[in-house]
């Protein structure tokens, strides 16, 4: 066991090796940060030429990277060449918003989407089934700025119920904001995160529909029929835990996603989080942001698929687990 | 493909009910490859669009002679013709590179959990990675670095969608492994390709088959996000997905039809590619008839 | 009253000297105030400072205004000046940028009078009242000076600002209480909160639920909808121009061929290649078509009407035969292939124009391929001289600058050209700009300011394309809004409704 | 036993016709069938494989597929019909009156849900005062009285850490949760050997005696059928070819077809005629396991405690050129496991292997050791080691591809051998889960035949056969043993069919080798007590 933690460790350290070097030759390729530091439409040359000798853009690549890659060792991810803050507490404090909605969302999408697919499997061609399967059709072939904006349209703009941007009433917790306290700040975070949810919710209902219609013609299905045992406890105890490896896989993907890629979302509701302030900063070549929250954002997704291989050797006694 | 799935595909729409995605579906491609000798205009010919007739709403006929039944957008081109033109580029850019995706993904995903050791941890680690890095971020680099056009678009798609591919794959063949048909396969000496591609990968695709349409959805709506970010198709050739994501302003203003048809173009297109693959996900269920309760 | 204000401007910084960019001038000039604005005309108005007179070529003396405290109680002095103008010009690095050109040409800063500053400087600058526009001024610290960090990590900013800071979250929202022993009377509002809603769309959604009273940068094709909601609008063309700029310097432009492909020499170097996709460039369409009438088809740099513009200088409407022979005579009687560049989303209407221009210049032959790219690429590829033809805007608090930097040859100590990618040259025109920029403020100065423009228009150097307007939304809280075409989203601008 | 066949039947199917559809059209899989089971009856099903036994006990209980479509019939359950039930009522009936054991009791069992909870859930679902507690406990008692050994340790482990004959004796465990009326017992004791199967027989007839429940019980051990069954019909071909109290039909067989089948019944001589011999010879063995050791931890290594389970203890097993070496031995002896071993599929803790006299570590897995490949096996568990979404047909042609890489036409060779395992061609283009238990069986032997290696294990290869496929099935694996020279372990509980085809043979008892020899030595002599117990647990009536 402790090999295997060190394995994966180590790995993880890998990774995030390569994908410094990624990050840091990607964004050098792309352009030079400096036409978006200085105010291109006002500065001169010499403002242009003063910024890059500043920020040590003059410097060979590799040395860049490697006072880059000292600094990181110490902790310090550098300053943002936009906001003028350090990176790293700045992908932190983006961290409470972009948690919150992501977890929202989840908890609303696994059991609903899980919910329905588990229903409409269980009948195919049954009413449930049509309307699961027509709806999650449609659920995900609009687009998220079309659905996003529908939400606004439905839920802000012709009923009112809800906000229509922002994070509203923020309480501080373990010295961080958060909006899920207040009652305001949840009415806040309803349409980002059914935004979120609703396409999350068809695709796992999808998944959990093959899943079931899959495992529901096995034989040891027929067997609990035959004991006698209820159409739920077949559903839960036995087809659930059957179908549930590909949904744990998405869920865990899909949670990954929307902690470090919910920009549309992020970017229509005005909610402040690590997509939106990611995609920023790469369009703005704001090098040490973007390597911070990479750095973040892999780490995430290390940490989840471990978490994930880890539920699948839980829930299936097969899995073999290798480092 | 073996003659009996052939078959059964070829019954199905005849024999079950008349299968209308099907029929869609196939007059979408028809449509897409027709584009040039049906579409009114080529939209991507700026000597035949009438600037002047910008905006025209649905029904208005052009000083040239033909109507804009579905009228023109803010440039002055032809609904119509967009949409069909635009679908020639979202069908090739978004199948050829789902179809890439899901290849190498699955491949990789049940060669991973085939192998185990340290070829999973390789092939898990890179999907990590894939998955941690921003598709614009990857869009970026390969469009910066190999110039535009519409082959890196795909590269780029297929980079930032196989990863899912490869984990779901992955996550249902480490169940399956155990299973006594697959120390059958091992035990008469298959060649690995055979076992993984004959024997693992169709018992371990099922959620990966119902993932394709869905992704294919993704690959037109990334495409269009790229477009939009000058990363994607060049503006003035706009895909399905791009002209709705460029119409999608014009959603709340009067001028609905810019956005409304191109959305509904392919909204229906996404929605028959999904139900296509559910039809064909059930054909290809040998348990497909469920047991009666 | 409170007033909620949602805007595009992300407030980066709380350094009011960090980068000179819109974003951070618009939100803090409710905490800091400079010593000289601009009106509406562009033209310098008192604010800090009541009055300024120029002693001699290189000396100016500035009357400061009496009474002015900052939030922190105490009273605004010189020191304060000379210690901005300091910060500026010794204390801060680049890449805190673009403030620095504002104070380089500065000597020294002195005060013969608590009230009274003489800045004095390196040469003749007859528009120093306009160079301190920008600069906010901080109360000064005997310890030295203050560190953007120290700004950032939460010391309250202080100013003398109508509004006191209360908090903010970098990029998400600033608030704001009033400042009610404000030299200028008690401001309108007791609260103000900005929110930072980039998306326009979503913008337009919280105005029009009323979750905010005002917000700036509405997307022309929302106005008709906003208007049905009840919510009113007001716009004005902003002090600035977007145009094509042509590479006149490369022999060779990549991305320019014959029309089968082959390599040629620089059409754009032929005055009458530029006077012929001048003239086949329809203007007044991207104006009233792609921008909905919220732009002004542009003939020069600034919309006509501000200080130092050309009344005479009038967009033509596009004439395609007189085009065509005009590129027949200069060689080009079956035109070439062009790749039109731009970047993605950065200005209203900008990828639209690109089409719409290449739809244009078909119709003599000419084939454009616009290629846009995000502004990062685009702006690396543009100062590498990737493109032949590109789409760019420029602003600034004078139409001068503009003409400098886009039009006037690459010149370090003028400071002129640094927009000049394409490597433009008029000596004569030059000339003309130094001595009109030498001439002091008034109405001499801007008819030789516009004498000039009129004169390098006349090489057809560029194609001014459009003025956009800006327009901002107001609830019904507020009862009017005077838009600013420097484009700065403030309280002030609100009048609440009552009053 | 006699019965009072004047009461209504407690189940009474009348004239039930079934078709089972496809797109290219429909085929009859039983043709009026017609059968009664009285209160506290034992009515034996015997027959041919596929001729429908599963199929009827799955109409009877409502679990037939989608595509199963009933035709004409009647089924009457304590005078009321079962037609158009719906799931909640079906909930009723199933399990707390009727019952069943599955053929495939691999398959039956939730892979993901340990075995003990099984149990405990079905207990659940049919006694409604029943406590959690109590459940557990009556459990435990259930898993005892199937002879689950160590049955506490193991409460909480996963079917596929149980040997075949245990799954199938939780799957019975599970049947008996809910004091059913009516058990459909569907070759319950097909993976047993005889003292366990024996055990088992007499707990149903315990059973049968105390509460009065009636069984139908479908198998081919003529044996079984003649010790607890009160009356039997017998199938072909879906239809019913006879019916009558046991005794009559064993014993003066109307039709000719039950006279094939009982004459085709393998009989266990205990007299000293020897058995046909392979020659001794002094060539080296062609297989030789030795001092085998194998422990299987159990458990999810992380989380919990590590439990260990010792399967194989110092184990040998010799194969000879040409022989076929049984071994016979307690459910959960490690028959399997060795088998496994030596085909590559599982490591052992300690042991070595020759084979052909080259040597393999099976310390280290097959793929690496390079014994893969070298052993074909047959599985124990026909029903889960078929690629279920693989044609039958491409199933075969791929062994005939690549396992003897013959080059010949793989379509023939496969044809041939469909012919001679009797199964209709028309089967090739089924998936598995069409095939009956039987079908599936004939497909895994097939399998490993075709591949046209030297060695085969063999792990209860004949279980789930008609004693007439059986003879033919015999005959066919000597054949091969003649004429392709190979080389086979035979692992079965079936005494008869042991002496008929092994030249010597192991008995394996709670992972260690019992008792080993020749096979009249072992029938005839041998004094080992375990041996003698299994010999004499078999049914007495074919013994001769
Ligand atoms: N799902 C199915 N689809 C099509 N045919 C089937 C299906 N299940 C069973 N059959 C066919 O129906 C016939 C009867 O099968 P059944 O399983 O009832 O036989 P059985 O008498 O139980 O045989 P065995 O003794 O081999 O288990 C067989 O020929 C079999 O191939
Ligand atoms: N994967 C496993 N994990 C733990 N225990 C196992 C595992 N596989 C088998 N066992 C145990 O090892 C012992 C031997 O199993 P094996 O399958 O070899 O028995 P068998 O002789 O084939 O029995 P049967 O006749 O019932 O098939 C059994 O007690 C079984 O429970
Ligand atoms: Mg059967
Ligand atoms: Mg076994």
């Given amino acids: 066991m402790m090999t295997t933690i060190v394995g994966r460790l180590s790995q993880a350290f890998l990774l995030l090796l390569v994908m410094s070097v990624i990050g840091f030759a990607g964004i050098h390729s792309v352009g030079n940060p400096v036409f978006n530091i200085v105010n291109i439409e006002t500065a001169t040359a010499e403002d242009i030429r003063n910024a890059t000798i500043a920020l040590g853009l003059d410097q060979p690549l590799w040395w860049q990277y490697f006072l880059f890659m000292g600094n990181v060792v110490t902790g310090n991810f550098g300053t943002s060449y936009i906001y003028h803050l350090p990176a790293f507490s700045l992908v932190m404090s983006k961290l409470p918003a972009t ?97 979120l949810a609703i396409p999350k919710i068809a695709l796992i209902a999808r998944l959990a529909r093959a899943g079931t219609i899959e495992v529901e013609s096995q034989d040891f299905i027929r067997f609990c029929r035959a004991k006698g045992l209820s159409a739920r406890r077949v559903l839960f105890r036995h087809t659930l835990p059957n179908i549930s490896i590909p949904i744990v896989t998405i869920v865990g993907m899909q949670f990954g996603g929307m902690l470090a890629f919910a920009v549309v979302v992020e970017t229509i509701f005005a909610w402040p989080g690590v997509g939106k302030l990611l995609i920023d900063s790469i369009q703005l070549l704001d090098r040490p942001v973007v390597m911070a929250t990479l750095a973040f954002v892999a780490v995430a997704f290390v940490g989840l698929n471990a978490l994930v291989d880890l539920t699948y050797a839980a829930l299936d006694p097969r899995v073999r687990l290798s480092a | 493909m073996k003659a009996e799935t052939l078959r ?152 930032v969608q196989w990863a899912t591919y490869a984990r779901l794959a992955r996550g249902v063949a480490l169940s399956e492994i155990g299973k006594p048909y697959l120390d059958a396969a091992r035990l008469l000496r298959l060649p690995t390709h055979r076992i993984l591609f004959r024997h693992l990968l169709p018992n371990s695709i099922a959620p990966a088959i119902t993932l394709i349409p869905i992704e294919l959805g993704h690959a037109v709506a990334l495409e269009a996000t790229l477009s939009f970010l000058g990363l994607g198709v060049p503006i003035d050739k706009p895909s399905l997905g791009s002209t709705v994501a460029n119409g999608f302003q014009y959603l709340l203003t009067g001028q609905y039809w810019i956005s409304l048809f191109p959305g509904l173009a392919l909204f229906g297109l996404i929605a028959s590619i999904n139900f296509v693959g559910e039809d064909l996900r059930r054909r290809l269920d040998p348990r497909r008839r469920s047991h009666g309760a | 009253e409170d007033l909620r204000i949602g805007t595009q401007f992300k407030l980066m910084t709380l350094d009011p000297h960090y980068a000179d960019l819109g974003e951070n001038n618009s939100l803090l000039s409710h905490i800091y105030e400079r010593l000289v604005t601009q009106d509406a005309q562009m033209n310098p108005v008192p604010r800090l400072a009541t009055s300024w007179k120029r002693l001699s070529e290189t000396q100016w003396e500035f009357k400061l205004r009496e009474g002015v405290k900052f939030h922190d109680g105490s009273p605004f002095t010189a020191q304060d000046v000379i210690y901005s103008i300091e910060r500026i010009r010794d204390f801060l690095k680049p890449p805190s940028g673009g403030y620095q050109s504002y104070t380089q040409a500065i000597k020294s800063v002195s005060a013969p009078d608590p009230l009274t500053v003489v800045i004095e400087t390196t040469s003749d600058i007859p528009t ?142 032929d005055k009458r290649v530029r006077q012929a996709l001048t003239l086949a460039t329809d203007r007044a369409f991207i104006a009233d078509r792609i921008l909905l009438g919220y732009g002004t088809a542009a003939s020069q740099l600034f919309p006509t009407g501000l200080a130092g513009t050309s009344a005479n200088l009038k967009v033509t409407p596009p004439d395609y035969e007189k085009a065509k022979a005009l590129l027949a005579e200069a060689g080009y009687p079956d035109g070439f292939k062009v790749v039109l560049a731009g970047p993605a989303g950065r200005y209203p209407g900008d990828g639209e124009s690109l089409q719409a221009i290449a739809q244009n210049w078909a119709r003599i032959g000419v084939s454009a391929q616009p290629e846009v790219a995000p502004f990062s690429v685009f702006a690396t590829k543009r100062s590498n001289g990737d493109y032949p033809v590109w789409y760019g805007g420029c602003s600034g608090e004078a139409v001068t600058f503009c003409l400098g930097a886009l039009l006037g040859s690459s010149d370090n100590e003028a400071g002129t050209g640094s927009l000049n990618y394409g490597k433009y040259r008029n000596p004569a025109f030059d000339e003309m700009l130094a001595k009109a920029m030498a001439m002091d403020e008034g109405p001499d100065r801007n008819a030789a300011i516009a004498e000039a423009t009129e004169f390098v228009m006349a090489d057809y150097p560029m194609i001014p394309l459009y003025h956009f307007h800006l327009i901002v939304g107001h609830g019904e809280k507020v009862g009017s809004y005077a838009v600013h075409p420097r484009g700065w989203t403030t309280a002030m601008q609100a009048v609440p409704s009552g009053k | 036993m006699a019965h009072d066949n004047t009461r209504d039947p407690l189940l009474m199917v009348s004239n039930l016709t079934l078709k089972h559809r496809t797109p290219a059209g429909a085929t009859t899989i039983l043709h009026d069938v017609s059968i009664s089971l009285q209160r506290g009856e034992v009515l034996g099903l015997i027959g041919e494989s596929g001729a429908g036994k599963s199929t009827l006990g799955n109409a009877i209980l409502g679990l037939l597929a989608a595509d199963f479509e009933r035709t004409a019939g009647t089924i009457l359950f304590d005078g009321k019909t079962l037609d158009g039930m719906d799931e909640h009522q079906w909930a009723e009936i199933r399990g ?336 598995p889960h069409q095939l009956s238990g039987g079908q599936k069986q004939r497909i895994c032997i097939a399998r490993a035949l075709l591949a046209g290696p030297r060695i085969i294990v063999a792990d209860e290869p004949t279980s789930a056969l008609d004693v007439s496929v059986q003879a033919e099935i015999v005959a066919l694996l000597k054949e091969n043993v003649a004429e392709r020279a190979i080389s086979m372990l035979f692992i079965s509980h079936d005494l008869a069919l042991v002496q008929a085809l092994c030249s010597s043979i192991y008995i394996f008892k709670d992972g260690e080798v019992e008792d080993a020899g020749p096979s009249e030595f072992i029938f005839s002599r041998s004094q080992n007590p375990y041996t003698r117990s299994l010999i004499d647990a078999r049914p007495k009536r074919f013994t001769h």
């Fill in chain 3, 128 to 269: 120093l009242p306009l160079l301190m526009t920008p600069i906010f001024i901080m109360p000064h610290k005997a310890d030295g000076f203050a560190t953007t960090e120290d700004l950032n990590a939460g010391a309250r900013p202080v100013g003398t600002g109508p509004y006191k800071f209360k908090s903010w979250q970098s990029g998400e929202t600033l608030n704001l209480e009033w400042n009610d022993a404000y030299w200028g009377g008690t401001p309108a509002w007791t609260n103000v909160t900005f929110r930072v809603i980039e998306s326009p769309a979503a913008r337009v959604a919280a105005l029009a639920t009323g979750d905010v009273d005002v917000a700036d940068s509405i997307p022309a094709r929302d106005v008709e909808g906003l208007e049905q909601r009840g919510v009113k609008v007001e716009s004005a063309a902003a002090a600035r121009s977007n145009f094509l700029q042509f590479d006149i310097g490369g022999e060779k432009p990549p991305g320019l061929t014959d029309k089968a492909g082959g390599e040629i020499k620089n059409p754009f170097q």
């Fill in chain 2, 8 to 159: 059964t595909l070829w019954r199905y729409p005849w024999q079950h009910r008349f299968s209308l995605s099907l029929v869609l579906l196939a007059a979408y491609i028809l449509l897409a490859l027709a584009a040039p000798f049906i579409a009114p205009q080529n939209p991507y010919d700026p000597l035949q669009i009438q600037a002047w007739e910008a905006s025209s709403p649905p029904g208005t006929v052009s000083g040239v002679g033909y109507a804009y039944l579905l009228g023109t957008d803010g440039l002055g081109r032809d609904i119509v013709s967009t949409i069909l033109y635009g679908l020639r580029l979202s069908l090739l850019v978004a199948v050829t590179s789902t179809a890439i995706a899901a290849f190498i993904g699955l491949t990789l995903g049940v060669s991973a959990a085939y192998f185990g050791k340290w070829a999973d941890a390789l092939i898990m680690r890179i999907v990590d990675l894939q998955l941690s890095l921003p598709t614009i971020l990857v869009a970026l680099i390969a469009i910066v670095t190999l110039g535009p056009g519409v082959d890196r678009i795909i590269l780029a798609i297929v980079i």
């Fill in chain 1, 99 to 195: 948690f919150e909605l992501a977890s929202t969302a989840m908890l609303i999408a696994a059991p609903c989407g899980t919910l329905l697919g588990l229903l409409a499997g269980r009948r195919q061609g049954g009413l449930l089934d049509r309307i699961v399967l027509n709806a999650s059709v449609f659920a995900l072939s609009i687009p998220s700025f079309w659905l996003s904006m529908m939400l606004i349209l439905l839920g802000a703009l012709a009923m009112g119920w809800f906000p229509s941007s922002g994070r509203g009433e923020t309480v501080s917790l373990l010295g961080r904001e958060w909006s899920f306290l207040t009652f305001d700040g949840l009415s806040h975070l309803a349409l980002p995160a059914l935004a």
């Fill in chain 4, 96 to 431: 707390r009156r009727i019952s069943a054991i599955f053929q495939d009791h691999t398959a039956s069992l939730d892979p993901l849900m340990a075995v003990g909870p099984q149990v405990e859930e079905a207990i659940l679902a049919n006694n409604d005062k029943t406590l959690r507690k109590e459940a557990r406990a009556m459990a435990l008692d259930l898993l005892v009285r199937v002879g689950i050994p160590d049955v506490r340790e193991r409460y909480d482990n996963y079917p596929h850490q149980f040997s075949g004959g245990q799954r199938q004796r939780i799957v019975i465990a599970i049947a008996l949760a809910g004091a059913p009326d009516i058990i459909i017992a569907d070759e319950p004791t097909s993976a047993l050997d005889a003292t366990v199967q024996k055990q088992i027989l007499a707990l149903l007839r315990e059973l049968v005696d105390e509460t009065g429940v009636s069984i139908i019980l479908v198998t081919h051990d003529m044996g079984v059928v003649s010790d607890i069954t009160d009356r039997v019909v017998v199938m072909r071909h879906g239809k019913v070819v006879e019916s009558g109290v046991t005794a009559s039909v064993l014993d003066a067989p109307q039709r000719t077809y039950t006279r094939s089948l009982l004459a085709a019944v393998p009989r266990l001589r205990l007299s000293d005629s020897p058995a046909e011999h392979v020659a001794e010879t002094d060539t080296p063995p062609i297989l030789a396991a030795r001092g085998v050791a194998k422990t299987f931890s159990s458990g999810f290594a992380w989380f919990r405690r590590k439990a260990h389970k010792s399967a194989l203890r110092n184990v040998s097993v010799v194969l000879e050129r040409g022989a076929i070496t049984g071994i016979v031995g307690e459910s959960g002896s490690g028959k399997s496991t060795i088998g496994r071993i030596i085909a590559g599929l599982e490591t052992a803790n300690s042991g070595n292997l020759d084979i052909d006299g080259r040597r393999f570590d099976i310390s280290r897995p097959g793929r690496r050791s390079g014994l893969l490949g070298e052993v074909q096996m047959i599985f124990q568990d026909p029903a889960i080691s078929l690629n279920p979404r693989m044609p039958i047909g491409e199933t075969l042609r791929e062994s005939v591809r690549f396992g003897s890489r013959q080059s010949g036409d793989p379509r023939q060779d496969v044809v041939n051998m469909m012919d001679r395992l009797q199964l209709a061609h028309s089967l090739l283009g089924r998936y």
